[in-house]
């Protein structure tokens, strides 16, 4: 089995007067919410073989503190990402199938429709990424990510 662990960011500041939303920092709370993810993943042993994150500041903020507390994982900041649909999100992790773990940071609506299409083939069927939630999903060895592939095998949200 491989998995495919993807994280939310943690909660952003709200966009200020004419900021690019690509810009949005953590908030206090938020980079309290990406340590604890830090922690619970390698409480857990969720040690990524590589990480790929969106380029927004929240999400790259949110790499940083899980990086800190999980060491050192090789680091890929993937443009496609930000504000993608679920098949691309699929498509960006399929990119890197010969690896165990994958850690994937990125945003909603895309990240729980993944979790969804994966896990029930449908993208409808889960709702409940929060802020700085983690979902580790368990994939067959050697098949390609297709819709209903997966199992949840855990989730925690701060």
């Known amino acids: 089995m491989r998995e495919l662990i993807l994280l939310r ?4 500041e709200p966009a ?12 206090l709370q938020g980079q309290a919410e990406a340590e604890a993810a830090g922690r619970w993943l390698s409480d857990h042993g969720f040690l990524p073989d590589r990480v790929l994150c969106s380029p ?12 800190e507390l999980l060491g050192y ?8 990402i930000y504000d993608a649909t679920p098949g691309r999100l699929i498509q960006v992790a399929d990119e890197h199938r010969e690896l165990g773990r994958i850690l994937l940071i990125g945003h909603n ?11 029930s083939g449908r993208s409808g069927g889960f709702r409940g990424m929060p802020a700085g939630a983690v979902a580790v999903l368990s994939l067959p060895e050697d ?3 297709e819709p209903g592939i997966a199992r949840l095998a855990a989730f925690w949200s701060p």
């Open 109 to 119: 609506p895309g990240l729980e429709q993944v979790v969804a299409l994966l896990c």
């Open 56 to 67: 927004a500041r929240r999400t790259r903020e949110t790499c940083e503190a899980v990086l």
């Open 143 to 145: 098949l390609a990510m």
């Open 73 to 80: 994982a090789e680091l890929r900041q993937e443009p496609r």
């Open 16 to 27: 200020a007067p004419g900021q690019d939303d690509l810009d949005r920092p953590l908030s």
């Open 9 to 12: 960011h943690a909660h952003a």
